[in-house]
């Protein structure tokens, strides 16, 4: 398995940018494709973004166009690249190794990083 840290969340205005890290430790990385997910308040974890070994991409309709998921397999390290933010964005985001459903997933959570986008 593997562990992840998550870093590079902050409090942000609409239309700003981000761009999250996630470092992940152990086999995982190597072995599975990363995926970016997020919860806000009083919902439930929700996806993001996907790239596998190979680096295809896969994004929220949320999303698509405005975030970029990339992968350092050098570095072990999984990137989310978030442009044109906007209020709904606001979550805790978190990075993971989902299975095929993006309900299951091959590691545990880590922290996460706080994303604040306001006014």
């Known amino acids: 398995q593997g562990q992840f840290v998550e870093s590079g969340g902050g409090l942000v205005q609409p239309g700003e940018s981000l761009r999250l890290s996630c470092a992940v430790s152990?086999?995982?990385?190597?072995?599975?494709?990363m995926g970016w997910f997020r919860q806000a308040p009083g919902k439930q974890r929700e996806f993001v973004a996907v790239?596998?070994?190979?680096?295809?991409?896969n994004y929220a309709d949320s999303v698509k166009d405005r975030f970029t998921i990339s992968r350092d397999n050098a570095k072990s390290t999984v990137y989310l690249q978030m442009n044109s933010l906007k209020p709904e964005d606001t979550a805790v985001y978190y990075c993971?190794?989902?299975?095929?459903?993006?309900?299951?997933?091959?590691?545990?959570w880590g922290q996460g990083t706080q994303v604040t986008v306001s006014s």
């Open positions: 993971n190794a989902p299975r095929g459903d993006y309900e299951h997933f091959y590691g545990s």
């Open positions: 152990g086999s995982i990385f190597r072995l599975y494709g």
């Open positions: 790239i596998t070994r190979g680096g295809s991409t």
